[in-house]
């Protein structure tokens, strides 16, 4: 089963949390958990804008499009739907054997 990708930020959103940490004197370790994002990631982030290299950050990241961000979520829940089928087979099967 394929993974919905984690960590895939926009540019922007690399420049804000910079931001809040340059600017408005935040912690990486407060900035992190406000933005829900790995301190490593924020510290790296920071430690690339102070060397003027934020932009190159990501380069090279795959994007997934909406089609197949969906196709994992169907896959998903078909593999979750499976499992309660089995379940309810297994539970039905048991319960027909004690009403004989």
């Keep these: 089963m394929e993974r919905i990708p984690r960590g895939v930020y926009t540019p922007e ?6 931001k809040l940490v340059e600017t408005e ?5 407060r900035a ?3 933005l829900s ?3 490593s990631s924020l510290s790296n982030w920071v430690r690339k804008a102070q060397a003027g290299k934020l932009t190159r950050v990501g380069k090279g990241q795959w994007l997934p499009s909406e089609l197949e961000l969906e196709l ?7 593999a979750e739907v499976k499992l ?11 319960f027909a054997k004690e009403s004989r």
Excluded: H, M, Q, W
């Excluded at 959103?13 to 910079?18: G, I, K, L, S, Y």
């Excluded at 994992?72 to 078909?78: I, P």
């Excluded at 309660?84 to 048991?94: H, P, T, V």
């Design 32 to 34: 992190a958990k406000r």
């Design 13 to 18: 959103f690399r420049a804000e949390a910079v």
């Design 72 to 78: 994992v979520r169907t896959r998903k829940e078909l």
């Design 84 to 94: 309660e089928r089995d379940l309810l087979r297994k539970c039905a099967a048991y």
């Design 25 to 29: 004197g935040l912690s990486i370790d």
């Design 37 to 39: 994002v790995p301190k």
